[in-house]
């Protein structure tokens, strides 16, 4: 119960006050932290003279040695903060909303939209190549909003949801494993020979762990778009999830970015271009509206916004039925 009401006020602050730069100055943002964890663990144990199955091996190790690491740390913390009484709870809520990202998310793909109008397709490549990691510089301007698009729908998943729901769950300690592993997923999650085998059990364990997470983000986009777009599209962006997520390579990211291209009928992914190699994948939604344009990442944004408000309004209803139950 405790946790509810702290992720309660974290996404209010969270919403409110997002994750302003200024506040990491003069210390470093945790993910940042996270990523440096990774970064050594990297560098450490991924030698180009390992054979496959010792990449794979040292990468299990790794990631293990890292979400214990992460586990314990959010175990002290939690400690303190109770040790440490109002202030304590305070801090919590602070940390929390630190690490969920709904304002700082909605900014950054905003920007993409302002900078398509005021500087162009040069703008656009420019803003979206912040938040993705395929080449920008392949993209027109159909392809930067897709790209847009399909990040605010895929991290609404793994940037608000999926942290919320470990936080909720585990406290702390699920929190800060959760963002450690997510990171690495970012990081050394990927099929180039250089990850393939070190990345393995990060990108598995990232799979397993954002598989409610992705499931519950789709439906909170339908509701969403129920809100602000009518009954019709929300029919169509539950229903666009349930038929086109399987099209997407990731097991989860299907279903965010499939819904929310039901919400807006517009055809997201398809063919794209990632450090020079073109990965073919079929359209989600490919009936929907192919040339798309700011207004459409404009829509998007309403919609995200609106499931954020559903996710956070069910978390009191959640509160008060364990208070009826138990």
């Not at 392809?143 to 919320?164: H, K, Q, T, W, Y």
Request: hydrophobic share 50%; net charge positive.
């Amino acid at each position: 119960m405790y946790t509810l009401y702290v992720l309660f006020l974290a996404l209010l602050v969270d919403r409110a006050v997002g994750d302003p730069e200024s506040a990491w100055s003069h210390i470093p943002h945790p993910v940042v932290l996270f990523g440096k964890a990774v970064a050594f663990c990297e560098r450490q144990f991924n030698h180009k003279g390992l054979s496959e199955r010792d990449r794979r091996a040292y990468g299990i190790m790794a990631i293990l040695a890292l979400l214990i690491a992460s586990v314990m740390a959010g175990i002290l913390m939690s400690r303190l903060f109770v040790y440490a009484g109002f202030f304590g709870i305070v801090a919590e809520i602070i940390v929390v909303a630190v690490l969920l990202a709904q304002k700082s998310l909605a900014d950054h793909v905003s920007a993409v939209a302002g900078a398509l109008r005021k500087e162009g397709i040069v703008g656009g490549r420019k803003a979206v190549s912040m938040i993705v990691g395929r080449d920008s510089n392949t993209l027109d301007r159909a392809g930067v909003c897709r790209a847009a698009i399909e990040s605010l729908a895929e991290n609404f998943s793994d940037g608000v949801i999926a942290p919320a729901l470990f936080y909720a769950v585990f406290g702390l300690p699920g929190l800060f494993a959760y963002k450690m592993l997510n990171t690495a997923d970012s990081m050394i999650g990927h099929m180039t020979p250089r990850y393939r085998q070190f990345g393995w059990a990060s990108a598995k364990l990232d799979d397993l762990a954002n598989w409610p997470a992705a499931r519950l983000s789709a439906v909170m986009i339908a509701l969403g778009t129920w809100f602000r777009r009518g009954k019709p599209s929300a029919r169509q962006s539950i229903s666009v999830a349930l038929r086109d997520h399987g099209l997407h390579r990731s097991p989860n990211s299907g279903w965010p970015e499939s819904a929310m291209a039901g919400s807006l009928d517009v055809a997201l992914a398809g063919p794209r271009t990632y450090a020079g190699e073109e990965v073919m994948e079929p359209m989600q939604n490919s009936a929907g509206r192919k040339n798309i344009g700011p207004a459409d990442i404009d829509s998007a944004i309403e919609v995200f916004w609106a499931a954020c408000s559903t996710f956070t309004a069910l978390v009191p209803v959640v509160v008060l039925v364990l208070i009826l139950v138990f």
